[in-house]
């Protein structure tokens, strides 16, 4: 689990360009300035080839808040 | 790279980033789809290859407003995909519809081409109807309206169009590896990330050829990696290189391969742990060798350590080890060279062996650039007479007896367009004796060529072991703020002729040229580079003032009127006048 954290970190800090110890349990979109929607989806791309996992369509969207990326990466990985 | 997957991309990109000095190489992405996730892939294809890169994407939808704006770009990319042309069901299509649509999308390309005519590089992708289902049997109505559309583009594109062809690349991955429709649907980004690492490959050869860094030589490891057996043990009898036999025929194949090349201007050479007897043994009478002596421009066939031996070919060929592929079936060579010289691309013959030819032609196909002009297919004959030039030269005393006894004959033209396509490769490919290394295309060239203000000056050189070709180019412009003062742009010579005192003769005559066309005085510079200090001093030794010297880079002068030609007597030169 904890390295899922930690991997979930470094794909943000690599995607947003900010250092990885910026990146806490209460990242999102209203604190990470270079968050757009292009770079939202070379996030989704990039999380989908770190884990090996197809996010759905209808979840891309909600992944804007660290916790919610957590929750959901976990549960297609199941 | 399409073993990295995208945070590692990212990841080495930015490491990087600070590392790679040099020229900026910006590249314009102009696109009617999204494809923002190719910036970082295609920096880092960049970086790896010490080229230093500027990726600039165009606004979503426009390509033909963004074809106005990237006119200082090395490089345009152009993304014209089919998904975003028709959001209609095609194949019901009226014939009015389909004419109207045809006609609009063809006045786009006709303008984008216009926009982009004068552009050094554009690659342009073909049009794909591979995104839409079709039937197996009947050709669907978006199949014929995509095969016009590719048959246009290719009926009206300039010289520095390049078509590539995306369907190759679909094909290599798999449309549903390659097209992510839930992306396109959410934000009209249809490429996956597997498609743009695969499409940066694709495009590799170009920005190499266009940086002039394409490999130059592909140099074989003998036993096990041009035919199966190891000659000091097993005898040349049992060495299997047979078309027919089970594992003989891929080295033959390999071999079929590595005589094509030494024909389209490739250096193929042999480095080998071996005894040079036994090697030279197989070449001359084992009946299934098709690659023979003519072919190889370089052997080094002994029992020192390869590294060694490369750096040692590298010198002999006067080429630098990034020139370099090299070849051998022993994961131990392999990885002393790729510890060693990482500069050097070393691939490792597969142990599947029916994978090697198409993994070799894989490699060849991303790393060299293999069009064939006049002189590359005469490149391996050349590099043999170098060889016995040099051995000519032991017999002389002096410098200046050797090379009056090569019988060296210039033929100097300007504005030969027939050479093009060479002389812009010759700006590309040549480091060391190149004292500005600005690059330029075939476009580039012809506008100099056609404009009053500027001339290109082309040397042929000869002598009597053999036919250089053309292997030495001049550029010279006139001054925008003064008439008077003519600036030499570019000056360059191939490795090929260095030493024969051919630089002073060109440069007699290229002043000779200035003078009488009026000019008072030159202006020159060196701009330094990794490779081309050995003529640092070149335009002191020629009499130029220094004027200035920033860190290296120095700017000359010299009055027309007080300049000593060097009159070598020994070099005949011709005037070839070209009727335009």
Redesign the interface.
Known sequence: MENTKNQIAKVMSLVFQVPIESITEDSSTDNIESWDSIKHLNLILALEEEFSITIPDEEAGNLVNYKLIEMIVNECKK | MENL???EI??NN?ALKDSIKGPVYKISVLSNV?V??IKEILEYSLRIRQINPLVELGNYDNIVQDSLKCKDSHLVIVFFDMLNIVDVFFEDLSEEMYNSLKSKICTEIDTVLENLKDHPSVIFNTFSSHCFVSSYSQQSLIEKFVGQLNVYLEEKKGINVILLNIDKIFLQTGIRQAIDF??Y???K?PY??LFFKKYTMAIEPIFLKNTGKSKKALIFDCDNTLWKGIVGEDGIDKLDMSRLSHSGRFFYKIQEIAVYLSKKGIIIGLCSKNNEFDVIEVLKNHSDMILKEEHIAVKRINWEDKAKNLISIAAELNIGLDSIVFVDDSSFEISLIQKQIPEIVSLQVPSALYEYPDFLLQNIYRYFSLKANAEDARKTEIYKQQSEREKEKQNYKTLEEYLSSLEIVLTISEGDIKQLERIAQLTQKTNQFNLTTKRYTETEILHIMNSDQEHVFSVFVKDKFGDNGLTAISILKTDRQNQKICNIDTFLMSCRIIGRNIEFVFMDYLVQWIASHNFASITSEYIPTAKNRQVQDFYESNGFILIENKEGHKNYRLEVSVYKPKNISYITTFISVIKR
């Open positions: 997957i995208y945070s990212l990841q930015s999204v923002h996730s839930r992306m649907n959410s934000s980004a996956t990330l």
